[in-house]
Every structure is written in structure tokens, then in C-alpha cells.
């Protein structure tokens, strides 16, 4: 009895140590995790720019300014048709190689007025090619559309809420004379320009990209009754805007080559029309562009698809435009020699043809072909330099008397007496606007990177060369000090800031967050360095990289974190990360056959075998037998040998799906396209692996023989139950997707589909989970000698893996639903690459090596540019938010778009406690060494993600002034910084807080209760 | 450098594959050390020079890169590179083995299967699957001939020897690291599939040939 009492005694008391050192070792990682942040706000606060907004508006009107200004217009209908690509309106021989019936030559009139008239020298329409200002994304190009000015890169992250403009733009102006402005379209416009617009406007949701026709319906009929059908006295409108979306959501949904872009196409042609039949003498219709599209049908990004527009202006009236040498208008190549003008140009060009004030930030300058005459463009010029000289002198862009002041000062000199001067003024202020608000804060960014490399120094130190056992010693100092230290560095910062009265360098937010941050790296250095000597730190440090396996791990990284170098490099990231995979499976495969001897890698013997010994080599070889290390047997090094060429193969396989980024050019064919995915082959291999995946995952747990209790519900039935589901939803997709007229709208059925599935594997599994689905089973068997019954408990070796596993599979299943059919071929092949990496870390006995999270970071990269993604804007498949929601809805869209981006990362994430707990028998680590080692490996893994986004932090700053620097760099470090927060969350509070404790409480409760 | 290192290590131990060895000479076992049964002289007379002609030919006489050509020159360069220096450099026992005609031809032959999963193992390296698959082949047959030498005295002694894996490990070094090139934007006409590789595998056969018998 005695004895019973001391065991639960003990339990208790072990149990206890285990909550507390649980709760202890996530407060520790949630507060890295807290400075990793702060470093990544820091840097981006300093790196991405932000264009100061001036008020101030310009009251001005043309015809105020000059007396012999005259108004041409008193009317304007704009119609914008989203991603209207220059190629889409000019006619294209069908005998040139570029040619494609799906979007070529449907939308005709605007060319065939132009050149009509053009021919009967009436002069009524001009058809321009546009330049948009990258990025390309509707919110951005809307406001410089209507400010003139050059919107930066950080506003590409507001496109889902975009608020009022405050900015001096053509709508404000245009309802300060109080001109009623009628409004009807992508609801954009809506939340920018709401308080401008007349109360009778209809604006339409607008980013629900699978919605082909709600919105152009919908202005189409808005038209009809205010435009079309309406008597000319009847108007009440002084301005109709539309703006249509269907052809750029085509573009989305289908890529430009799809049928159904030839009848949107038509459909905007015919409507063109009309709208040119309907409007009277001195109505002006402006149609046009934002933007383009790449060749996915995607936007965001600045290559030459996705900038050049259209630009179309049109009057009744004859003889108001002039148009330059006609072998401006050259169509051959795809317009490619075609006259062009910068999108902002259109600012000062609307203002001056309809009598308003030139907006105050106007960097534009009015297009040649507005005025009929030189009288008339000096006139036209001279407003527009007065405004841009305004703007130059309020904005205090440029210091006075510098150099590049008096430059300016005498162009403007000499462009009051010689208007042709005038243009290359204007040219000179927009390049040096645009290089002024690439100005980067300095102080911020170093401090973002020294922050981060802190934190990197504090993860290696914690988790690899501080002994974990120390370490759990360690954290109950560590927690109160770091939130001590915290309190300390905000009270002195902030006192010192009240002293002085003045802060430097930042506000007090950002000083607040930097004190936690100093906080933090206080609280982790001085228990550390307390203890330990920075000597024998770095001792350490060389100490655990002198085996061959972790060498391999560094290496690995160290290439890995050298790709941001050159812009090539990163191009290619996706063909070369799946490189090094296959780079370690192959000396994985070299060591399974060949059975090299080295240095055993089992950390007992580190540091012991001296190559330089030979006397004690045969002790050393029987010492190396006889511990569970290498050599390995023979069927073990056959298994090895068959997991290394899963790994191979899978990851080869994998890596032909590619989206290709647009630099890959003609050296990447793209097979992750629309056509693949819902091509009839595709469903096939989903089926096919339906089928063989669960089995394959099967054959994994029959080996450990826990294929017992929970994992043949789950793995046979729920898993099954729902890949069956899944492949039914893109099934579905498919089919809608090959109709060529959907008559059974199969919105509501998918919606509930996926609604059901994400709650089963989200809510449902994942409960389930939580109340411990043990994979055991006990097997009784009679002795025949003898009267007593010998139990034997199934799959008690794999207890803890077999469980954590399951868990695995409800994230991939969530996952699964937000990933479209090619890249779910990725994911299954993603779940045998993760199964055969930790078999073959397991075999190695590498469970506490660098190489088994290393190796799975890279699997995590591989596949995340292998279903579908690439680091870059367009490339973010926004319409998956589409796929548990039809509009717009927090948080659902966002879920799926972060599941969907991120699957990878988060499967990864999760299995690198995998890593510790896969076929590891609980009689032999005590829980607490386990939740140490399961810390260790994720904090191996946040190394990984750590260094890379390290690297990138640096290289993105040398190459700042790089011509691609917004194109390839800086998608790449925010890439890195998203990956790094989102392993950072999914490790620390799902993997460590979450799971491994659930699981390990619940077994230890299962036997030492 | 992991496959430096590897090299490091095996200095103590030689025979990874031939235990049998290994256990019966117990007693020689210093000996054995420095003169194992199978081992190449460690001399000059090893160095491939004709290697660095033939790159030299290859990079800057011919203007085409002609890979096929390169190849005709490659493989009775190789026989005759086996007869006079590598052979003669071989010492099987304590003896040095007179070259055997048959075998030459034998291993000839033999190399040519080698292709098939050296093959394999380009396009497993990220190679195209189906399109240039007479360039990723041109490429396994340089490879493969490079290594021929070590094909030969491998059939020599019977398979039993490990010493001829690091001759394949330097090719296959070279040519992993020489891919570093490819992705690089320089527009160069040697950027193209498979030249970068197999410069790169020649001048890890050259490294090979040259320091192995030293390790």
C-alpha cells in the first residue's frame, strides 16, 4: 500500500513539474516569438515606403488662370473595364504567332472608330496605349487614376479595405463644382470616394472573383436607364463613371485563353457601342484600363502584360483632337511601337477638357493629343507647370539649394519662356519623386536586423548549445526576468523620453516596442551568461557542428540563406530548393548502401572518437556496433535505401508542378494553370491517390504495428470519408469549369460541400483528437506452459507518433479543401516526403541532429512552390478565400487564403515534433526530456526560417537601389518574414503548447495514473 | 563540404565494403594501413592532364560546344590515360597487373550500361523529364566515361575494392557544384543545358584523378 501511495505520490508530483516546466517553455518561446516579431516591424517600418500625403487642395480652375483657356466638355462618361490589356483592342493578324481567338480581335470598335475617323480626318477619337505605374492592383491604380500621383507599395497591402481618399483628387474636384456624379460598378470606388458620389450610385461588390457577370449586368443596366435610353434633357448626371470587372475576373477565374473571355469580350464590345451611339455633342467618353494581365490572368506586379492598358477618349464633336505622326499608331507586334501614355497623365489631361482645378499632388502631364493647337497646348502646359511648380514648392521635396533645386529651378525658368522645355521638367520631378519615396529609414532597419540577429542568437543558444535539461533549469529564471527586464527598459526609455521631452528617432510606440524588445534579449542573455562563458559558447557552437549530419544541415542552410544574392538565384529558388532536397536524399541513399564509417553521430559518442587514434579504432568500431547507432542491419539499411528513393522520387515529382514566375520566362513551362487543374487527367491522379494515400499511411503505421484502435477510424474511415468529399468539391469545380454554359448553378452545393468539410476536419477531428485517440491495442495471449495470460500492448513503441500523427492528418485535411487539384497532388506526395524523412532520421538515430528540421524546411519551401505559389504578389491565389464564403467575410477568406499560402509551413510545422515523438516508447524518456527535445527541434526549425529571413532582412537592404528590388527582393523578405511568423505561431502555440502537451499528458496519465 | 569530410574520415578505415579482409589480416593491420592489398600509387603520374586539354579544347578552340565531339576525343583519351598512367599506377597485392585487352573492352561496354542510371540520376537532379533528353544522355555519357578508369580496375579486382567510389564521388561533386551557373542571368551561350555540367564534372574527374590515391 505504502509503496502504491509513494508511485502516485511521485506521479503527482512529476505531473505537476511537467505543467509547470509546459506552461513555462511556451511563455519563454511565445516571448522569442514576440521579439522576432517586433525586429520584423521594426524593419518593415524602415524598408517599406510610405509616401507622405499632403491635404492641401488646389482651388485653382484653368479658366480662372488663363483668359483665353476655353472648356471643351461640360459632360463625361468613363467607363473602366478592368485589366482592359492593350492587346485586347487593337486588331492581331491571325497568322501572328501571338495571336488567340480567346482574346484577340473581340473587342473591335475602339480601334475601328479611331481609324475610321481618323481616316475622314473628323478627329473625334484617340486610342492610346496606358501605362500603369506598378503595382498593378485596382486600389492603387484607382488612386492614381484620379490623384495623378504615384501610389507606393505599402498601400498594395490596403486593397481589402480601402478607406476614403484623402488626397486632392479629379472626383473631389469635380464635386467641389458641384458636378453630380453619378456612379456605378467595382464598390472600390465606393470606399474611396463615397462622400463625392451621388446618392443614386450602385456599387457592387467587387473582389469575388468566381462572379463573372453580377457586376458588368449590373452596369449595363445602370447605363441603359441613366445613359442609353434616357433623353438627352432628362440627364441628371454631369459625370457617369462605371467600371466594369468582368474581364479582369475572367482573367482570375480562367486565364485570358478560356472561351468564356471571348463572350465577356463581345459582351463589352457591344456595350461600347451603344454607350458611343448614345452620348450627345458635348458629352466626352473616356474608356479605359487599369491595369493588364500576365499570362495567368493574374495582376499586381509591374511586367509588360500587366502595365499597358488602354486608354480611349471619344466626342461626337468633330475636329477636337489632334493627332501626332500616324506611324505613332503602329499596331504590328501587338501594338508593341504603339504610342504611349503614363496613367497619371490622365489627370491633368481630364481636368483641363472639363474645366476643374488640376488636382494638388498631380505629377501628370496633359496628353499632346487634347490640344488642337500649339496655342492651345502652351495654354494646356503652362496650367499644368504652374500646378506641378505649386506641388514642387508646398511638398518641400527637394531641399532648397541643393543642387538638384537649382536644376529644377532652371528648367522652370526655362520652361515659362519655351514650353518645350516644360516636359522634361515635369520628367525630371516624377523620377525624382519616385526616387524619394524609395527613402528608407535606416535606423529602423538596422534595428530590425541587429533585433532579429539577437533573437537568432538567443534560439541557437536555447535550443542547441545549452543542454535541453539545463535549459529546462534555465526557464523558470528565464520567464519573470524577461517580463522584469521588460518593465525596466519601457520605464527607463520612457522616463529618459519625458526628460528630455523630445523623442528621437521614433514615437513612443515604436519606443515602447523597442524597450520590450531590449527587454526581452536583456532577459535571455544574463541567466545564460551567468552561467556559461561566451568561450565555451562558442566552443559549443563548433562542437555541435562537428558531425558529419549536422555539417550537412549548415551547408544546406547556409546555400539556402546565400540565394538572396543574386536576383537570379531567387528567380529560381523553386527548382533549386527542391535541388537540395534531393541533394540530401541521394547522400541519405549513399549512406543507406554504402554504410560509410564515420564519426557516430549518437551524442554519447561525440567528441570521444578521435580519427586520429588508431589504436582505439577496433575499440571504437566495437563500441560504435554495440551502441544502437551505425553500422545498421541489413533489412533496416534496405528500408533506408527504399525511404531515400521515396524521398526522391516524391520530391521530383512534386517539383514539375510550377506556376513559373514571370523572369523564369521561356526557360519554365507552367503546369500549375487552369487548364491543368481542371483538366479530366488531373481528377484522375487526385482519385488515384485518394486511393493510395491512406494506404500508403497505413503501410507507415503498420510497421510500428499501431495501425491498432483509433488509427483505423481514422485513417481508413475519416480520411477517406473525407479526401472522397474533397475530390467531389474540385470535381464539381471541374465540371463547372468544362460547361461552357452552367445551367444548374452549383454554387450552393460547393459552398455547403466545403462548409462541411472544413467544420469536420477543422472543429470535429480536432476535437476528437483532443480527447486522446490512442493507436494501441491489447493482444492476450495464452501461454501454453502455463495457466497465466501474457499481455502484450500493440504499437506501444510508436505511442506517442502514431497519435501525433492523426493530428497531422485533421491540418492536412484542412488544408487539402483551400488547395486546388494540382497542388493537392503536391500535398499528398508532401505527406510521403515528411513520413520518409522521419523514417530515415529515426534509422540514422538523428533524432536530435539539425539535419531532420532542416531537412523538413526545405520540404516545407519545395512545396510551397510546388502547389502553386511563387514569391511574388500576383502568385497569392486569392480566389481560394472564395471557397467556404461567396463575398468577403472575416475571418473565413482570410483563413483560407493563409491555408492555402502557408499549408506547407504549417504541415511542416507541426511534424517536426514528429521528429522527437515517432517511434520513441514512453517507458524511455522521462515527459519532460521529451517536451525538451520536441523545443529543441522546433527551435531548430525556427533557426531555418530565422536565417533566411535574416538574409533576406540584409540583402534586400544592399540591393535597395536594385533595379528589381520591389520586383524580386522585396516579395521575397516578405515571404521570408511570413513564413518565419507563421512557423513561429504554428510551433510554438499549436505544436509545443497545444499538441505535444495534450499528447503528452494524456499517455502519461494512461500509464502512471 | 560534407563529402570532404567523408573522404577525411575513411583515412582509418579503407575497406567499408570488403570485411572479410579486413578480419583476416587483424595482425598486419598496421601495415595494411599503408599498403592495402588494392591501392593507387600516390605520384604525379595520375594527373589527368589530358582532361584540362580537352577542356581547354572544348572552352576555347571549338566555338559550338560541341558535346558529341568532345566526347569522340574523351573516351580514347580515357583508354589511353587507363594503359599508360592510371594502371601502371595500381597496384593489385604487391604487384602492378599487366593490362587486360578484353577487360578494356568489357569495361567499355560496361560504362555505356552505367549511363542508364547515371541518367536516372540527372533527371532525379532536376534535369527535364522528356525534352532534352539526348543532352541530359550526352551528359551521363561524359560522366560515365570520366569515371571509366575506376570502371576498369573495379572490374579488376572483383567489386571488392571501395577505394574506386570516391572517383565517381569527385565527378558527381563536380558536376553537382558546377550547376551553381545555370540559373545565373548572364546570357552566356555556355549557360545551356548540359555545358556547365560537364565542365564541371571534368574538372571533378581532373581533382578526382589527381589527389584521391592522397586521401
Known amino acids: ?1009 | 563540404m560534407p563529402v570532404k569530410k567523408r573522404a577525411n574520415v575513411k583515412k582509418s578505415v579503407t575497406f567499408s565494403d570488403d570485411t572479410t579482409l579486413s578480419h583476416h589480416n587483424t595482425k598486419k593491420k598496421n601495415i595494411d594501413h599503408d599498403h592495402p592489398p588494392v591501392f593507387v600509387r600516390k605520384t604525379i603520374r595520375t594527373v589527368p592532364w589530358h582532361i584540362i586539354g580537352l577542356l581547354y579544347y572544348y572552352i576555347y578552340l571549338s566555338d559550338d560546344y560541341d558535346t558529341m565531339r568532345l566526347l569522340y576525343l574523351l573516351i580514347p583519351s580515357q583508354v589511353l590515360y587507363l594503359v599508360f598512367q592510371f594502371n601502371s599506377a595500381t597496384i593489385y597485392g604487391n604487384k602492378i597487373l599487366k593490362i587486360n585487352y578484353t577487360l578494356i573492352l568489357i569495361s567499355l561496354s560496361a560504362t555505356i550500361l552505367l549511363t542508364v542510371p547515371t541518367l536516372l540520376m540527372i533527371i532525379v537532379f532536376g534535369a527535364p523529364l522528356v525534352e532534352k533528353l539526348r543532352e541530359s544522355w550526352l551528359l551521363a555519357l561524359h560522366a560515365c566515361y570520366l569515371a571509366y578508369p575506376a570502371v576498369y580496375s573495379l572490374f579488376n579486382c572483383d567489386f571488392k575494392v571501395g577505394i574506386w567510389k570516391i572517383y565517381f564521388i569527385f565527378i558527381v561533386l563536380g558536376g553537382w557544384i558546377s550547376c551553381v551557373v545555370i540559373p545565373l542571368d548572364w546570357d552566356r551561350e555556355w549557360q545551356a543545358w548540359p555545358i556547365p555540367v560537364i565542365v564541371g564534372s571534368y574538372l571533378g574527374a581532373f581533382v578526382g584523378y589527381s589527389i584521391s590515391a592522397f586521401t
Not at chain 1, 497623365?345 to 496633359?366: C, M
Open chain 1, 1 to 1009: 500500500m505504502n509503496g502504491l501511495e509513494d508511485e502516485k505520490f511521485l506521479y503527482k508530483l512529476r505531473f505537476q513539474k511537467f505543467s509547470e516546466s509546459h506552461t513555462l517553455y511556451v511563455l519563454f518561446l511565445s516571448l522569442i516569438a514576440i521579439l522576432q516579431f517586433i525586429s520584423i516591424a521594426f524593419f518593415c517600418k524602415g524598408f517599406l515606403l510610405t509616401r507622405n500625403v499632403l491635404d492641401n487642395v488646389n482651388n485653382l480652375n484653368p479658366s480662372d488662370l488663363n483668359q483665353d483657356y476655353t472648356k471643351k466638355f461640360d459632360k463625361a462618361v468613363i467607363l473602366i473595364i478592368d485589366a482592359l490589356r492593350f492587346d485586347f483592342v487593337i486588331p492581331v493578324n491571325s497568322t501572328d504567332p501571338l495571336h488567340n481567338q480567346n482574346y484577340h480581335n473581340n473587342i473591335i470598335t475602339l480601334y475601328d472608330q479611331f481609324i475610321s475617323q481618323n481616316n475622314n480626318k473628323d478627329h473625334s477619337s484617340i486610342l492610346l496605349k496606358f501605362i500603369a505605374d506598378p503595382p498593378t492592383t485596382t486600389l492603387q491604380r484607382l488612386k492614381g487614376l484620379t490623384t495623378g500621383s504615384l501610389p507606393t507599395f505599402i498601400d498594395a497591402g490596403t486593397n481589402f479595405d480601402g478607406s476614403v481618399i484623402e488626397e486632392d483628387n479629379l472626383i473631389k474636384q469635380l464635386y467641389l463644382k458641384n458636378e453630380e456624379i453619378y456612379f456605378v460598378g467595382d464598390d472600390t470606388w465606393d470606399s474611396l470616394f463615397n462622400p463625392f458620389l451621388s446618392n443614386h450610385s450602385k456599387p457592387f461588390e467587387s473582389l469575388n472573383v468566381w462572379d463573372l457577370d453580377t457586376v458588368d449586368n449590373g452596369v449595363i443596366s445602370y447605363f441603359n436607364d441613366h445613359l442609353i435610353n434616357q433623353k438627352t434633357n432628362d440627364k441628371k448626371w454631369d459625370i457617369l463613371i462605371g467600371h466594369m470587372l468582368g474581364v479582369d475576373h475572367v482573367g482570375h477565374k480562367y486565364g485570358p485563353n478560356h472561351f468564356t473571355m471571348r463572350e465577356k469580350q463581345l459582351q463589352v464590345n457591344n456595350f461600347i457601342n451603344d454607350i458611343i451611339e448614345s452620348i450627345d455633342d458635348d458629352t466626352l467618353l473616356v474608356i479605359m484600363g487599369d491595369h493588364g494581365m500576365d499570362h495567368t490572368g493574374n495582376h499586381g506586379g509591374d511586367s509588360k502584360d500587366e502595365l499597358e492598358s488602354t486608354l480611349f477618349m471619344y466626342s461626337k464633336k468633330t475636329d477636337v483632337w489632334e493627332l501626332g505622326d500616324p506611324n505613332n499608331y503602329n499596331i504590328e507586334n501587338s501594338g508593341d511601337n504603339y504610342r504611349s501614355v503614363n496613367q497619371i497623365d490622365l489627370v491633368p489631361t481630364l481636368s483641363l477638357l472639363l474645366d476643374v482645378p488640376i488636382p494638388f499632388n498631380n505629377l501628370g502631364w496633359p496628353i499632346n493629343e487634347i490640344s488642337k493647337n500649339q496655342n492651345e497646348r502652351n495654354i494646356f502646359e503652362q496650367l499644368t507647370l504652374k500646378q506641378l511648380k505649386n506641388y514642387q514648392e508646398v511638398s518641400g521635396l527637394v531641399v532648397n539649394n541643393t543642387e538638384k533645386y537649382f536644376h529644377l529651378e532652371q528648367l522652370y525658368q526655362d520652361s515659362l519662356i519655351d514650353s518645350s522645355k516644360a516636359t522634361i521638367f515635369q520628367n525630371d520631378l516624377l523620377e525624382l519623386c519616385k526616387d524619394l519615396w524609395a527613402r528608407f529609414d535606416y535606423i529602423s532597419i538596422t534595428t530590425g536586423i541587429i533585433f532579429l540577429t539577437f533573437s537568432l542568437i538567443i534560439l541557437i543558444l536555447t535550443t542547441k548549445l545549452i543542454p535541453s535539461i539545463v535549459v529546462s533549469q534555465l526557464v523558470p529564471s528565464f520567464v519573470p526576468l524577461i517580463f522584469i527586464m521588460i518593465l525596466v527598459s519601457n520605464l527607463c526609455i520612457h522616463s529618459l523620453n519625458y526628460v528630455f521631452q523630445y523623442s528621437f528617432f521614433y514615437d513612443d510606440f515604436w519606443w515602447s516596442l523597442f524597450a520590450t524588445a531590449l527587454g526581452i534579449v536583456i532577459g535571455c542573455f544574463v541567466p545564460i551568461l551567468d552561467r556559461y562563458t561566451i568561450k565555451w559558447l562558442i566552443f559549443r557552437f563548433f562542437g555541435e557542428l562537428s558531425d558529419y549530419w549536422s555539417r550537412v544541415g549548415a551547408f544546406f542552410l547556409i546555400l539556402h540563406a546565400l540565394l538572396f544574392t543574386s536576383n537570379s538565384f531567387t528567380i529560381w529558388e523553386d527548382k533549386i530548393v527542391g535541388y537540395f532536397v534531393i541533394s540530401i536524399a541521394i547522400l541519405t541513399l549513399y549512406e543507406f548502401t554504402f554504410v560509410p564509417k564515420r564519426q557516430s553521430t549518437s551524442a554519447l559518442l561525440t567528441g570521444v572518437v578521435n580519427e586520429d587514434e588508431s589504436e582505439e579504432d577496433a575499440n571504437n568500431i566495437q563500441l560504435i556496433k554495440e551502441s544502437d547507432s551505425l553500422p545498421l542491419s541489413k533489412g533496416s539499411r534496405l528500408l533506408g535505401v527504399y525511404y531515400s528513393i521515396v524521398l526522391i522520387v516524391c520530391t521530383r515529382l512534386a517539383s514539375t508542378i510550377t506556376i513559373c514566375r514571370e523572369e523564369q520566362g521561356d526557360y519554365c513551362i507552367p503546369t500549375f494553370t487552369t487548364k491543368n487543374n481542371y483538366s479530366q487527367l488531373t481528377l484522375c491522379v487526385s482519385l488515384v491517390l485518394m486511393l493510395l494515400t491512406p494506404s500508403s499511411i497505413k503501410g507507415y503505421y503498420k510497421l510500428t504495428s499501431s495501425f491498432q484502435g483509433a488509427a483505423p477510424i481514422w485513417i481508413s474511415y475519416f480520411l477517406r470519408f473525407f479526401l472522397l468529399m474533397n475530390a467531389g468539391y474540385w470535381g464539381l469545380t471541374t465540371i463547372e469549369n468544362m460547361l461552357e454554359n452552367p445551367e444548374l448553378d452549383l454554387l450552393f452545393v460547393k459552398l455547403t460541400l466545403a462548409r462541411t468539410l472544413l467544420g469536420f476536419s477543422l472543429i470535429a477531428l480536432n476535437v476528437g483528437w483532443f480527447m486522446g485517440p490512442l493507436c494501441i491495442d491489447v493482444q492476450i495471449d495464452q501461454k501454453i506452459d502455463s495457466s497465466e495470460n501474457q499481455a502484450t500492448i500493440m504499437g506501444y513503441n510508436n505511442i506517442y507518433g502514431s497519435q501525433y500523427f492523426l493530428f497531422i492528418l485533421n491540418l492536412f485535411m484542412c488544408i487539402m479543401i483551400f488547395n486546388k487539384p494540382m497542388a493537392q497532388i503536391s500535398l499528398y506526395l508532401m505527406l510521403n516526403q515528411i513520413l520518409a524523412v522521419i523514417e530515415i532520421i529515426d534509422l540514422f538515430k538523428l533524432k536530435e541532429n539539425i539535419i531532420g528540421p532542416f531537412t523538413l524546411s526545405l520540404i516545407s519551401y519545395q512545396q510551397f512552390f510546388s502547389t502553386g505559389h511563387e514569391a511574388t504578389i500576383p502568385s497569392v491565389q486569392w480566389d481560394v478565400g472564395f471557397i467556404i464564403t461567396d463575398r468577403i467575410t472575416f475571418p473565413f477568406t482570410h483563413i483560407g487564403i493563409f491555408l492555402n499560402t502557408f499549408g506547407p509551413h504549417i504541415l511542416v510545422s507541426l511534424s517536426v515534433g514528429l521528429l522527437t515523438l515517432w517511434r520513441q516508447s514512453p517507458a524511455i524518456l522521462k515527459p519532460q526530456t521529451l517536451l525538451g527535445r520536441i523545443v529543441s527541434n522546433g527551435g531548430c526549425l525556427l533557426i531555418y526560417n530565422t536565417v533566411l529571413c535574416l538574409s533576406s532582412f540584409v540583402w534586400v537592404t544592399h540591393f535597395r537601389r536594385h533595379l528589381m528590388v520591389w520586383k524580386i527582393f522585396c516579395p521575397r523578405f516578405l515571404f521570408a518574414c511570413l513564413s518565419l511568423i507563421s512557423t513561429q505561431l504554428f510551433v510554438t502555440l499549436i505544436t509545443i503548447a497545444f499538441a505535444s502537451g495534450t499528447l503528452i499528458r494524456q499517455i502519461n496519465k494512461l500509464f502512471w495514473a
